[in-house]
T-cell receptor, first 113, second 117 residues
């Protein structure tokens, strides 16, 4: 398995601002992912964070709204830009350790006022 | 496309009762199947997995069998505890064409389980 930490654990932000969420893993991993969990809902994949290249976004998610960085094999950031109350969610990063299993970070609980 | 359908909750049980949470899936290809658990205020934890038909995943007294003929992966536990109260997510992953990459996870809607003493 892997130890995954996220910062911040929670935040309350004003409409129109941006928040950058950090994800740190205690070992080098090839694949890192960012998910969103809206209140009372399941998880939806936002994008795959690729080291050394642009992230791969899922349908309905765009780079301008959710820019992602992946500078090395242990770290990634997700920015939620120009936030609105609809962006209030839990944002989770996950990593793929072997060919079948993903492990998740503790999540960042975001509230947008 | 790929999808996962879970038994609607919430599910409320007394301690030591038998638990079943139903999960069925639709997938192109041959998925790997997972159950994740989310305890209150925490992130997701992998509970168990099965990677091919007829495999049984098990952990912490929970088990689920990959049934290709019924496209199901129902979660069961013989005797639940108060500490099992959590949200349970069924998920599937389709491997990439190369067969070695991780592929994205598709989640069911989650089932809230509450166990009373």
């Amino acid at each position: 398995s892997a130890v995954i930490s996220q910062k911040p654990s929670r935040d309350i932000c004003q409409r129109g601002t941006s928040l950058t969420i950090q994800c740190q893993v205690d070992s080098q991993v090839t694949m890192m992912f960012w998910y969103r969990q809206q209140p009372g809902q399941s998880l939806t994949l936002i994008a795959t964070a690729n080291q050394g290249s642009e992230a791969t976004y899922e349908s309905g998610f765009v780079i301008d709204k959710f820019p992602i960085s992946r500078p090395n094999l242990t770290f990634s950031t997700l920015t939620v830009s120009n936030m609105s109350p609809e962006d209030s969610s839990i944002y989770l990063c996950s990593v793929g350790i072997n060919t079948d299993t993903q492990y998740f970070g503790p999540g960042t609980r975001l509230t947008v006022l | 496309g790929n999808s996962v359908t879970q038994m609607e909750g919430p599910v409320t049980l007394s301690e030591e009762a038998f638990l079943t949470i139903n999960c069925t899936y639709t997938a192109t290809g041959y998925p790997s199947l997972f159950w994740y658990v989310q305890y209150p205020g925490e992130g997701l934890q992998l509970l168990l997995k099965a990677t091919k038909a007829d495999d049984k995943g098990s952990n912490k007294g929970f088990e689920a069998t990959y049934r290709k003929e019924t496209t199901s992966f129902h979660l069961e536990k013989g005797s639940v505890q108060v500490s099992d109260s959590a949200v349970y997510f069924c998920a599937l992953r389709i491997g990439d064409a190369g067969g070695t990459s991780y592929g994205k996870l598709t989640f069911g809607q989650g089932t809230i389980l509450t166990v009373h003493p």
